[in-house]
T-cell receptor, first 112, second 111 residues
C-alpha cells in the first residue's frame, strides 16, 4: 500500500496474555520506529530500526517488550505478560533514511 | 537533556484567525524538525519538514519557520478553518535518529 499499515487496529486482551502488533512500513523505507501514546500523554519512543544496523532499544520500558524487523521490512512488537499500564496506542512510523517520517494509524491496546 | 516544549498547550479561536504555534527545543544541534497534526483517535499526519539548513517551509496555508540559534520553531496557520481543529505536534530529530516529540498544542477552531 501507499502508507504505513498497522494491525490490529484494536486489541483487547486480558492481563497476563501476550500480544503481537504488526507494522508494514512504506516500501523502500529503511528506517522504522515504534512509539507509544498513552491517554492524554505525549509520544514515548520505544525502538528504532535502521537498515541492517543493530536496533536502538533504549526506549523499551521493560524486558516484557521486544521487537523484530524481518527482511528489513515488516516489524512485530511483542508484549509478554501484559499489564494494565501497557494500555495505550502503539504507533509505527517509517522513513527513508533520515528524512520525513510517516505514521500509521496505530494499534489501540486495552489490557483488562 | 534534549527536551521539546510546545506552547500554548491548548488554543480556541474563531474561524478566520491567523495563528502561531510555538515549539522550543533545548539542544540546538538538530538534524531536522517536523510538524505533525493528530486528529482524535488517529495517527500522525506529516505537515512540514524543515532541515537544519533551512529557515522555513510552506505548504498551502501553513508556514513553519526554524531558528536554531534560539532553539525555536513556529507554525503559522493562515485564515484558520474548523477543519484545522486537531492536536499539532512538533518533533526534533538529532543525529541519533531518535525523534523527540513535544507535548502538543490542542487547537479548536469554531465557526
Amino acid at each position: 500500500g501507499a502508507g504505513v499499515s498497522q494491525s490490529p487496529s484494536n486489541k483487547v486482551t486480558e492481563k497476563g496474555k501476550d500480544v503481537e502488533l504488526r507494522c508494514d512500513p512504506i516500501s523502500g523505507h529503511t528506517a522504522l520506529y515504534w512509539y507509544r501514546q498513552s491517554l492524554g500523554q505525549g509520544l514515548e519512543f520505544l525502538i528504532y530500526f535502521q537498515g541492517n544496523s543493530a536496533p536502538d532499544k533504549s526506549g523499551l520500558p521493560s524486558d516484557r517488550f521486544s521487537a523484530e524487523r524481518t527482511g528489513g521490512s515488516v516489524s512485530t512488537l511483542t508484549i509478554q505478560r501484559t499489564q494494565q499500564e501497557d494500555s495505550a496506542v502503539y504507533l509505527c512510523a517509517s522513513s527513508h533514511s533520515r528524512w520525513e517520517l510517516f505514521f500509521g494509524e496505530g494499534s489501540r491496546l486495552t489490557v483488562l | 537533556k534534549q527536551e521539546v516544549t510546545q506552547i500554548p498547550a491548548a488554543l480556541s479561536v474563531p474561524e478566520g484567525e491567523n495563528l502561531v504555534l510555538n515549539c522550543s527545543f533545548t539542544d540546538s544541534a538538530i538534524y531536522n524538525l517536523q510538524w505533525f497534526r493528530q486528529d482524535p483517535g488517529k495517527g500522525l499526519t506529516s505537515l512540514l519538514l524543515i532541515q537544519s539548513s533551512q529557515r522555513e517551509q510552506t505548504s498551502g496555508r501553513l508556514n513553519a519557520s526554524l531558528d536554531k540559534s534560539s532553539g525555536r520553531s513556529t507554525l503559522y496557520i493562515a485564515a484558520s478553518q474548523p477543519g484545522d481543529s486537531a492536536t499539532y505536534l512538533c518533533a526534533v530529530k538529532y543525529n541519533t535518529d531518535k525523534l523527540i516529540f513535544g507535548t502538543g498544542t490542542r487547537l479548536q477552531v469554531f465557526p
